[in-house]
């Protein structure tokens, strides 16, 4: 299932860093099997045609909302899952397509910080051997260096040494992401994907989280990939943010660029719909409500993906789907608004066309 | 709040107790707090803080055991609705007090059309025939924005989306035309886009049908966006209350303060670092004799520990529950004193 015809490479921003991840044409299908004989009658397309990159020591957060495939990205990109098609590199060296066997020696450098601490952690395994076990699996430190690298972990994370013996349950949520956390770092990794890892916090612990992967980072020199729902968290956190919509990204620009003007009308609908904690800026701010629903990824529209719900859909859009182009230095965006000058990209939006989705339509307003 | 109005609703010195294995936990602690006519309170916190609970205690929608309305009394429409026999709390619940829950996916129920769940609460408060029920039904479904609203009566919630299921959740809520809507965290399931189309709808609805509603949640922008006014609630107690103009502007009481300094922003100047409040909240095995925020509040003195601080008066409408006064440090700006835990 080689791809061979990745999408064309987007160039990132030019600088001294070198991209520690390359990923290219990353596609991640989910069969579906229906019928008495379970035939394959479609696919979930989780992530469609992904290219980005991750340089040395930064900060990627990849935003959307739910289902649009964040959270399969950043797996796929971990070889969590064997990907449908596309390429990987983690340091200049493919792993795409290498087998989960070949893989294993390059755990070490990779790693993911999940979402649910209460989930990703074993109830019957105390903190020591939760954090230790990587070591385990992938050294032959004795027990003792062990054990003394499993304090400097915790440590560094901010846990009590003395809570070492104690179990998961008996940690607050914040606690239990540090000990995710010190799991993560065990094997010293140079990138970690950490999956919506302050979404089931609560607000003034959230805020201890990051700063601490912010510290983590600094110190280590670590590299991350940033999923996350929550779009002022990533603003805080992330030096470039990508934008996905239904498997793929619509954007990918440099953080204070997407927040000071984001030019992907979907990007601009999501920012705007984020509430701000102020009163007078709340009331004022003029907002995009995006009509109905986002379609199923198993039936993506024909044409531009957003095109059944963009306030800016133009006849185009329905027929020849946007690839992610290059507008400004380290800034790309994938709508005909900004792929082709020609086409009038000021002209206001025509009204909305007759779907030949009926169904589709009737989910909307 | 407005001036001589008489409020709906008319909390005082409520009191919520949990017995569990480990001993008692003192989830909510003499709380008091009223509801104007028309008026949208927001009721912020963290989890724990009791802001559920105590809405939960208001209508007998808490099991018992484990949990004990121990104390409080709660007037609404001149019944105290802690005395009232479960005929009539039966009566105002659904019809005159209506509630919308967080996650539309468990509040519906799965075996029934949305049409069928609708109907009921008409049937059963309002006393209408299946014909009338079905008319008045489909109006809400259209009144919440619903569109095809005669066909998707027949449908089941598994048909519809996340945010329409809310839709449906909001109009079973309207459907007795209840003076009171309490909705606790409606919009923290959902996507931020689809968030923002509730928020649309319920100002909308306010506009319309001008019910008082308390909306429960931990989302400071949520409130910001459409509170008149709102409760803070930290370790089970009332620690601010004030219009929410003056409470982002001018937030008096510490928790209060540093929270709306630990979230971030989308817009405006980007802080380079989070201010973080350290330390976990409570859980109050007994009610307590201290300032529950004491721990983890940078103004905390001698007196913090001997006595709870009751609620006073800090500006006309404004009233936050702590000895210490910003004034003193009116000089010295707050944020200098940020990001210097060690």
């Not at chain 2, 689809?194 to 409130?223: N, P």
Request: hydrophobic fraction near 40%; glycine fraction near 8%; aromatic fraction near 6%.
């Amino acid at each position: 299932m080689l791809d061979t015809a990745a999408s064309p490479a987007p160039e990132a921003s030019a600088g001294a860093a070198r991209p520690l991840v390359e990923v290219r044409g990353l596609k991640m299908y989910f069969p579906i099997h229906t019928g008495l004989l379970r035939r394959h009658t479609g696919d979930v397309k989780a992530v469609d045609d992904v290219s980005f990159d991750i340089l040395e020591g930064e900060t990627l957060g990849l935003v959307g909302e739910s289902g649009c495939g964040k959270s399969t990205c950043g797996r796929a990109v971990l070889r969590l899952y064997d990907i449908t098609a596309g390429s990987i590199r983690l340091e200049g060296r493919e792993i795409g397509q290498l087998s989960q066997e070949a893989l294993r020696p390059l755990r070490p450098r990779m790693q993911m910080v999940f979402q649910d601490p209460q989930a990703s952690l074993n109830p019957r395994m105390t903190v020591a051997s939760i954090i230790g076990e990587p070591l385990v699996e992938h050294t032959s430190m004795s027990r003792a260096e062990r054990l003394e690298r499993i304090w400097e972990l915790m440590d560094a994370v901010g846990l009590n040494r003395d809570f070492a013996n104690r179990y998961p349950h008996e940690f607050s949520g914040g606690q239990r992401q540090r000990i995710g956390i010190a799991r993560a770092l065990a094997l010293n990794p140079k990138f970690i994907v950490c999956d919506e890892p302050i979404a089931a916090l609560d607000v003034s612990i959230q805020a201890q989280v990051v700063n601490l992967l912010e510290d983590l980072q600094e110190q280590l020199g670590l590299t991350y990939l940033f999923i996350s729902h929550d779009l002022s968290m990533v603003r805080h956190i992330a030096d470039r943010v990508a934008v996905m919509y239904l498997g793929r990204i619509v954007e990918l620009a440099p953080r204070d660029d997407l927040y000071a003007e984001p030019l992907h009308p979907y990007a601009k609908a999501l920012l705007s719909a984020v509430p701000e904690p102020d009163p007078k800026i709340a009331r004022a701010a003029r907002r995009i409500i995006l009509k109905g629903d986002v379609p199923s990824p198993a039936n993506p529209p024909k044409g531009c993906n957003f095109s059944t719900r963009c306030p800016r859909v133009m006849e185009i859009c329905r027929r020849i789907d946007p690839a992610l182009t290059e507008v400004a230095p380290g800034r790309q965006v994938a709508c005909h608004l900004y792929t082709d000058a020609s086409e009038s990209a000021e002209e206001t939006a025509p009204e909305r066309g007759e779907s030949n989705d009926t169904r589709q339509q009737g989910e909307e307003e | 709040m407005p001036a001589g109005a008489q409020p709906i609703l008319d909390v005082k010195g409520l009191r919520t107790v949990f017995a569990t294995r480990q001993g008692e936990v003192h989830a909510v602690n003499s709380v008091s707090f009223d509801l104007y006519p028309g008026e949208l309170l927001g009721v912020v916190g963290e989890s724990g803080s009791g802001k559920s609970v105590t809405m939960m205690s208001l209508i007998g929608l808490l099991p018992s055991p484990p949990a004990e309305v121990r104390e409080g009394q709660v007037l609404f429409e001149g019944i105290d609705l802690l005395k009232a026999d479960a005929e009539t709390l039966r009566r105002i619940r659904g019809a005159r007090i209506g509630f919308v829950f967080q996650d539309p996916m468990t509040s519906l129920n799965p075996v029934f059309t949305v049409g069928f769940q609708l109907m009921e609460p008409l049937r059963k408060h309002m006393g209408m025939t299946k014909a009338q029920a079905r008319a008045r039904a489909r109006e809400l479904l259209e009144l919440v924005g619903i569109p095809d609203a005669g066909r998707r009566l027949d449908d089941y919630p598994h048909q519809f989306s996340g945010g329409m299921r809310q839709r449906v959740m909001i109009a079973i809520a309207l459907a007795c035309d209840p003076k009171v809507l309490i909705a606790d965290e409606p919009t923290t399931a959902l996507d931020v886009t689809i968030q923002a189309q509730i928020l649309e709808l319920i100002k909308e609805l306010r506009q319309k049908l001008g019910m008082a509603i308390i909306w429960i949640t931990h989302d400071l922008g949520v409130v910001a966006e459409i509170a008149d006014r709102v409760i803070v609630m930290y370790g089970g107690q009332i620690v601010e209350q004030a219009p929410v103009e003056a409470l982002f502007e001018d937030p008096r009481h510490p928790y209060t303060r540093a929270h709306l300094q630990t979230v971030p922003h989308v817009r405006g100047p980007r802080a380079p670092r989070l201010r973080v409040i350290e330390g976990q909240p409570p859980i109050l095995g007994a009610p307590p004799t201290a300032c529950p925020f004491r721990f983890r509040c940078r103004h905390r003195f001698e007196r913090c520990d001997r006595e709870n601080p009751t609620r006073r008066e800090v500006a006309p409408g404004h009233d936050a529950a702590c000895f210490w006064s910003p004034e003193e440090e009116r000089t010295a700006p707050v944020a200098a004193a940020g990001g210097a835990h060690a």
